[in-house]
């Protein structure tokens, strides 16, 4: 087993903690109901939420809505910036510590970000994780090209 899993392992183990001992202050939220909500694309979602990052953003978004997809088993495409992590962990009986266990595995250039802000209380609703997620992938883009804007 290499290194890079191990600290993977001892990672998301440290955030189900952290977040498993914040919850047990806190009342856990109800699954989330999206089948009302109509199917809306990446750039749908771009367009109504996110229009002012540029279309650069579109991907990453887009990335960030089906790893929540593919964690819980809900419609990338009817999912919003304000649902609740708990909430959407809940739709398939899952725990809120699984899903960020899960973006943490899927996106290890927001990693630092999100067990940051997770452990501060401060990663609570779908926003944050695309907010974390494209401003990494932006800062990691940015220095993996010299001479880019902000150097």
């Known amino acids: 087993?290499?290194?890079?899993?191990?600290?993977?392992?001892?990672?998301?183990?440290?955030?189900?903690?952290?977040?498993?001992?914040?919850?047990?202050?806190?009342?856990?939220?109800?699954?989330?109901?999206?089948?009302?909500?109509?199917?809306?694309?990446?750039?749908?979602?771009?367009?109504?939420?996110?229009?002012?990052?540029?279309?650069?953003?579109?991907?990453?978004?887009?990335?960030?809505?089906?790893?929540?997809?593919?964690?819980?088993?809900?419609?990338?495409?009817?999912?919003?910036?304000?649902?609740e992590l708990g909430a959407i962990a809940a739709a398939n009986g899952l725990e809120r510590a699984f899903l960020v266990a899960h973006l943490v595995n899927e996106f290890p250039e927001a990693q630092g970000e999100i067990l940051g802000k997770s452990a501060a209380g401060q990663f609570v609703y779908l926003h944050h994780a695309i907010a974390l997620i494209v401003n990494a992938r932006i800062g990691a883009r940015a220095q993996a090209t010299p001479g880019a804007p902000g150097e």
């Open 1 to 83: 087993m290499n290194y890079l899993a191990i600290a993977a392992v001892v990672i998301v183990v440290l955030v189900a903690l952290v977040l498993w001992r914040r919850g047990v202050a806190h009342p856990k939220p109800g699954p989330l109901d999206v089948s009302a909500r109509e199917v809306r694309t990446a750039e749908e979602f771009h367009r109504g939420f996110y229009a002012d990052l540029g279309n650069e953003s579109i991907q990453d978004i887009r990335d960030v809505l089906e790893a929540v997809s593919r964690a819980t088993g809900l419609p990338a495409g009817k999912l919003e910036p304000t649902d």
